[in-house]
């Protein structure tokens, strides 16, 4: 598994000099954000009651990494925040991989739990890929739109960037990932109507964040001593710096 990290980093030209120090702070909020996507990727199984509404589990702990994604590009810039991006990509591929040949193999004769276990873990191709690019482009955009109103506030209206941020890589995620995973399986009306939900529901859930967000973020700045502003960066999102 090293050697395959390894290999990416140098395929894509990620270069890591020997004495570069990371930051705990900035290494933890990257496997939380790891840990959240590929959480969320099983929690959507679990369709959960609240109110009178239906809703995926996923809805518990996906707007998390979305989140953790403003904390990221707040604190650290573009540049950290696409590299942890692309991280959460590459380890939900790997997940992916993982439960397929799990699924694939056979179970044990005395073993009963061989059905439920592919009903949660066996993704559909479809859904994977649709996974995947949703998640790929809504938190690129969440990120590039953290940077550059960032800069264009001079740093200021903290909560208003976080909620529009938000709002366009939801919006974005939504409207990538339910079309590509279940049109022709379920009416438009339907469908439009899931996708706004979401998007609402998602933007909610940052907004009641927000008291306890702020206050993290700058606690963050004042530990790493660090106020990036992207002056100058590649909004590009397969190009890679440390």
Not at 119 to 146: E, K, M
């Amino acid at each position: 598994m090293i050697i395959f990290v390894v290999e990416i980093t140098q395929k894509f030209g990620i270069k890591v000099a020997a004495k570069h120090q990371v930051s705990v702070v900035y290494m933890l909020l990257g496997i939380l954000f790891c840990v959240c996507l590929i959480t969320s990727n099983i929690l959507e199984f679990k369709v959960i009651r609240v109110w009178h509404l239906n809703l995926t589990g996923g809805l518990l702990i996906f707007p998390i990494s979305y989140i953790i994604n403003d904390c990221i590009a707040e604190v650290w810039g573009f540049y950290k925040t696409r590299l942890i991006i692309w991280m959460g990509f590459f380890m939900n591929f790997l997940f992916l991989i993982f439960t397929q040949i799990a699924v694939l193999l056979p179970g044990a004769p005395f073993w009963e739990g061989k059905e439920a276990f592919d009903h949660v873990f066996n993704f559909t191709p479809r859904i994977a890929f649709a996974s995947l690019i949703a998640f790929l482009i809504g938190s690129y955009i969440n990120a590039a739109i953290i940077s550059r109103m960032k800069v264009s506030s001079k740093g200021r209206f903290i909560s208003f960037r976080y909620v529009v941020s938000t709002l366009a890589g939801e919006s974005a995620d939504s409207f990538l990932f339910f079309p590509l995973a279940f049109a022709a399986t379920m009416p438009w009306a339907e469908l439009i109507h899931i996708i706004l939900l979401q998007i609402l529901l998602k933007t909610m859930y940052e907004v009641l964040a927000l008291p306890l967000t702020v206050p993290l973020v700058k606690k963050i700045k004042r530990m790493e001593q660090t106020d990036q502003f992207d002056h100058q960066v590649s909004y590009q999102l397969f190009r890679f710096h440390l």
